[in-house]
T-cell receptor
């Protein structure tokens, strides 16, 4: 049974701070890793994908992947109140096949 | 460029009834996946359709069935509804043979009473 684990939160950070979201996964053959943001009552929207070990930056977002430790993280720099949402980590073993999602971490950015 | 569209957005059904949810994938996408998201949980994979066939299935009972049409749109059918089927049902589209990023529709909120 493939599992993806995240701290459910809530994680509270002040505006302008760095928010750090973490995710671990159980299946060593996992190939692709994704972060989705989900506002309350809305559907998930893709923030970033990462496939290789190391860091990948996109604007204020940085994804970090360590396959040896089976760990993926998302850093949000200069956090804004509009970043307040649930962040879902997703892992995909087979290209084009099913994604396994974690339970999500609820982030609250305080003005 | 239309994204993933789903209908209906909200519906209420009674235990034992049947429901059909519909999805049109993003333009250029040929693969449709369905997910169930209960309150406070992450999406759970139900099944995926490609070339009008079910390609992979998650851990859901046979009460959950689906279909994909030649225009790539898809339906999710749930029979003999249970209270526990109350959830947000998400359709996600992707391309079957290049890349694997999935994009979600706005979802269908199902309440079973």
């Amino acid at each position: 049974q493939k599992e993806v684990e995240q701290n459910s939160g809530p994680l509270s950070v002040p505006e302008g701070a760095i928010a750090s979201l973490n995710c671990t996964y159980s299946d060593r053959v996992s190939q692709s890793f994704f972060w989705y943001r989900q506002y309350s009552g809305k559907s998930p929207e893709l923030i970033m994908s990462i496939y290789s070990n190391g860091d990948k930056e996109d604007g204020r977002f940085t994804a970090q992947l360590n396959k040896a430790s089976q760990y993926v993280s998302l850093l949000i720099r200069d956090s804004q109140p509009s970043d307040s949402a649930t962040y879902l980590c997703a892992v995909n073993e087979d290209y084009g096949q099913n994604f396994v999602f974690g339970p999500g971490t609820r982030l609250s950015v305080l003005p | 460029d239309a994204g993933v569209t789903q209908s209906p957005t909200h519906l209420i059904k009674t235990r034992g009834q049947q429901v059909t949810l519909r999805c049109s994938p993003k333009s250029g996408h040929d693969t449709v996946s369905w997910y169930q998201q209960a309150l406070g949980q992450g999406p759970q994979f139900i099944f995926q359709y490609y070339e009008e066939e079910e390609r992979q299935r998650g851990n859901f009972p046979d009460r959950f069935s689906g279909h994909q049409f030649p225009n790539y749109s898809s339906e999710l059918n749930v029979n003999a509804l249970l209270l526990g089927d109350s959830a947000l049902y998400l359709c996600a589209s992707s391309t079957g043979n290049s890349g694997n990023t999935i994009y979600f529709g706005e979802g269908s909120w199902l309440t079973v009473v």
